[in-house]
């Protein structure tokens, strides 16, 4: 079950751009622990220079971080994606795809779940029908989360080779 804590949600700004690049270095490590042969840690520098590139964000995207005591505990990164209008098998719709991730500690505190309410809610705003998101199959604390507390289901797997080109272990 979830403690709710006094989170504030709001839009990112480049003032935040440390605490993304700290969220992401941690989601990194988590998800090392999880696949070591797909994940690695990024340069902490290049994420921070990344974050300063993309803020001020376009309209068709968002990030929204979530504080508390002043302390900025996670975030969510949303792009809108519109429908292609091309004919194919799967409805075509607007939707959104999400990333999110929340600082250790922070978690199973509701940062989360109210990040993704303040996603559901953008989603709406910009006329999506659907939100999109992907987990490693491994992480399954994260799989839970999605679909017990939030409604998400597995709608495809993605699967994965490594090439002869891929020069890593």
């Known amino acids: 079950m979830e403690r709710t804590a ?3 949600i709001r839009a990112a700004t480049p003032d935040d751009v440390g605490a993304l690049a700290d969220i992401y270095q941690a989601s990194a490590e988590h998800h090392i622990r999880l696949d070591p042969s797909l994940y690695s840690t990024p340069d902490y520098r290049a994420m921070k220079e990344r ?3 993309r803020l001020p964000l376009p309209d068709d995207e ?6 508390m005591d002043g302390e900025v505990v996670g975030w969510i990164d949303m792009q809108l994606r519109p429908a292609t209008g091309q004919p194919r098998m799967m409805r ?4 959104v795809e999400i990333d999110i991730a929340v600082l250790p500690q922070h978690r199973g505190h509701g ?3 109210r990040l993704v309410a303040a ?10 029908a659907v939100m999109t998101m ?10 839970r989360f999605y679909q017990e507390r939030h409604g998400f289901r597995t ?5 994965m080779k490594r090439t002869s080109s891929d020069l890593r272990d």
């Open 6 to 8: 006094d989170v504030t």
């Open 51 to 53: 974050y300063s590139r």
């Open 62 to 67: 968002e990030i929204l971080v979530a504080e």
């Open 92 to 95: 075509d719709a607007v939707s």
């Open 111 to 113: 940062v989360g779940s």
């Open 119 to 128: 996603a559901e809610a953008w989603a709406a705003q910009h006329g999506a």
């Open 134 to 143: 992907q987990t490693h199959v491994a992480n399954l604390d994260a799989i």
């Open 155 to 159: 709608t495809g797997i993605l699967m």
